[in-house]
């Protein structure tokens, strides 16, 4: 069995227990009730195969996204297009960030490409200076594959379209490609300025992967797609790519379904009022730092006490950050869930540091 390392295992690890899971960054107002009226429908359509083309999805995601929907692929969640797209890239050399989603690494990996890594300063809040990092290019000339989350997973740091732009422009004149992971952007209220989507053209060497899981809170049904710039990219990815891999409840996913501005609204409401209530609960918690995020999780690190088992010991599990390249032991992610459940994480820490109410 190997090792995935991943968040969003507190149901397996509960058993006949109760744990509270700030491992997986979910949004905790759970699936739109639009969806689950939309997937009871598709029940009447599992007798079939779904469109090996899935022509309607793609249209209904154009739609969403405003994107071709001949230059979106669709995948069984957005790690199925991660692992498609490097391998149709066949990188060489693949730079990283570290830290980063570790998945991008087994994809690289399997496809046999040789790994840097970009470590990003604690001194800085593990932010990624753009102009540094090109000049890192600049020396690195072998390099000829970036994969970097925006915003990046586990420290929520977010480039702007402006900052894209400029290392899109590098890579294209350097024969890189640049795979930007958008799997998180959909929390952010407003994504003109931080979303490469409608950026992206023709001539650049960048394809753009968004997932569904996190803002609709599906990461069982799985659905991810990815955003190419041409035609041509998406042919041979298709060629290469298993039949139906996504299933007739995904495929049936209507625009009206994604652009729901109730639930939109209600999710932007519930995450401000809650990323203020930590961040201000958080911040008296001596021993711990917790790192700037512009989304629905936060960077901690506190070398001081083991937070992984002590929280554990009162039944909530967060992620423990040790294994990431580029953190070491005391490093740990939490994402931000509804008021009562952030209330309990709180009222734990403060136990756990030692603070008395
Ligand atoms: C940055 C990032 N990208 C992609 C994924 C994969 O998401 P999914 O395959 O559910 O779409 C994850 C999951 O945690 C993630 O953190």
């Known amino acids: 069995m190997p090792n995935f390392n991943h968040g969003g295992y507190g149901r397996q690890l509960a058993g006949q227990r109760q744990i509270l899971d700030f491992s997986a960054n979910i949004n905790p107002l759970g699936m739109p009730n639009k969806l689950i009226a939309n997937l009871k429908k598709s029940i009447s359509d599992l007798i079939y195969y779904p469109d090996v083309t899935y022509r309607a999805l793609r249209e209904n995601l154009g739609e969403y996204y405003q994107y071709d929907p001949q230059k979106i692929w669709v995948g069984n969640g957005s790690v199925e297009l991660i692992f498609n797209v490097i391998e149709t890239i066949e990188a060489k050399n693949a730079l990283l960030l570290a830290p980063s989603f570790a998945e991008y690494e087994r994809a690289f990996l399997k496809n046999g490409s040789q790994i840097d890594r970009y470590h990003l300063a604690e001194s800085n809040d593990f932010k990624l ?140 409401t519930w995450l401000a009022a809650e990323k203020a209530y930590l961040e201000k609960n958080l911040a ?43 953190l070491t032991t005391g490093y740990y992610r939490i994402a931000v869930k509804s008021h009562s459940e952030n209330v309990q994480l709180i009222e734990a820490l403060e136990k756990v540091c030692g603070v008395e109410n």
């Open 284 to 326: 008296s918690l001596k021993p711990i730092k917790m790192y700037p995020s512009a989304v629905n999780y936060y960077l901690l690190s506190c070398p001081e006490i083991n937070l992984y088992d002590e929280l554990l010991q009162r039944d909530i599990l967060i992620r423990n950050c040790d294994n990431y390249h580029g």
């Open 129 to 268: 200076e753009i102009n540094d990092f090109i000049s890192y290019l600049k020396d690195h000339q072998s390099i000829d594959c970036i994969c970097l989350a925006n915003p990046n997973n586990p420290t929520g740091d977010l480039l702007n379209k402006y900052q894209l732009r400029q290392l899109a422009n590098y890579c294209n004149h350097h024969g890189i490609w640049l795979i930007i992971d958008e799997a998180f952007i959909d929390f952010l209220d407003d994504q003109r300025n931080f979303s490469f989507v409608q950026e992206l053209q023709d001539d650049d060497s960048v394809v753009i992967i968004k997932s569904l899981t996190k803002f609709y809170a599906i990461p069982g049904l799985r659905l991810g797609m990815a955003l190419f710039p041409n035609h041509q990219f998406v042919n041979t990815l298709m060629e290469n790519c298993e039949p139906w891999s996504v299933n007739a409840f995904a495929a049936g996913i209507t625009t009206d379904v994604l652009a729901d501005p109730d639930f939109s609204q209600a999710t932007f």
